[in-house]
């Protein structure tokens, strides 16, 4: 199997996992409260005192190890900057695993949050000019912040490689290492439950291992689901 074929199934694999998990999110059973005789069944709202995620209520920053999964699609619009000779318009999809490291930093301050560790795994295509493929592994380090809402933003860094059949004259080889910036909010639809927004700069190259090496450059909006546990 060649590789173009192999990232579009990838690609596939990817969507369908999106879907499926957005619709067990969007679907889930509703949360019961519990008295001492009787079971009252609410509706899909936040639950503040659920343990194991929630240092003391929704949003009010998350407890050491909680762990995350998420699935993201979304468009990025090439940009003609730091040499590149080309607009690269880029369609992708991503899943992601991450875990929190720590206690809540910065009590009483207005960053206060957790540091999260997380891997990335995204693929897509390129939709203008030639069609290409692409499909790269990520390490992210990202922070949330605690706002004491259902809304809590993050800023994320991420540095990884990146295999693609983007080429002349901005990318000289398969091989390219990827690097992407990212700033977004979950809002949490449930306690353990969220939908996400960000933009993201992502940007391609071979730091000089490959040539040409003009590099491939992209801002973009994603939508996208998580699970928390």
Request: aromatic letters at 12%; one cysteine or more.
């Given at each position: 199997?060649?590789?173009?074929?192999?990232?579009?199934?990838?690609?596939?694999?990817?969507?369908?996992?999106?879907?499926?998990?957005?619709?067990?999110?969007?679907?889930?059973?509703?949360?019961?409260?519990?008295?001492?005789?009787?079971?009252?069944?609410?509706?899909?709202?936040?639950?503040?005192?659920?343990?194991?995620?929630?240092?003391?209520?929704?949003?009010?920053?998350?407890?050491p190890r909680t762990q995350t999964l998420g699935f993201n699609a979304g468009a990025a619009y090439g940009v003609l900057i730091f040499g590149g000779e080309e607009r690269h318009h880029l369609s992708l999809l991503s899943a992601s695993y991450g875990r929190m490291i720590g206690d809540v930093k910065g009590a009483d301050s207005w960053y206060r949050g957790n540091l999260e560790l997380r891997g990335e795994l995204f693929g897509g295509v390129q939709f203008n000019s030639e069609t290409c493929a692409l499909i790269g592994?990520?390490?992210?380090?990202?922070?949330?912040?605690?706002?004491?809402?259902?809304?809590?933003?993050?800023?994320?860094?991420?540095?990884?490689?990146?295999?693609?059949?983007?080429?002349?004259?901005?990318?000289?080889?398969?091989?390219?290492?990827?690097?992407?910036a990212v700033v977004g909010v979950n809002y949490f639809i449930r306690d353990a439950s969220a939908i996400s927004f960000e933009g993201r700069y992502l940007h391609l190259s071979s730091a000089g291992i490959y040539n040409p090496n003009n590099g491939v450059n992209s801002i973009g909006i994603f939508l996208g689901v998580s699970t928390f546990f």
């Open positions: 199997m060649d590789i173009a074929n192999l990232l579009k199934r990838i690609g596939s694999i990817l969507a369908f996992m999106y879907v499926m998990f957005a619709a067990s999110v969007c679907t889930g059973e509703p949360q019961r409260i519990w008295t001492n005789d009787t079971s009252v069944e609410s509706a899909p709202i936040l639950n503040p005192g659920k343990p194991g995620i929630w240092i003391n209520g929704v949003g009010e920053g998350f407890r592994l990520t390490p992210h380090v990202r922070y949330n912040f605690a706002t004491g809402t259902p809304w809590v933003p993050y800023i994320d860094l991420g540095v990884g490689i990146t295999l693609t059949g983007i080429r002349a004259p901005d990318l000289g080889n398969s091989f390219e290492f990827n690097l992407q």
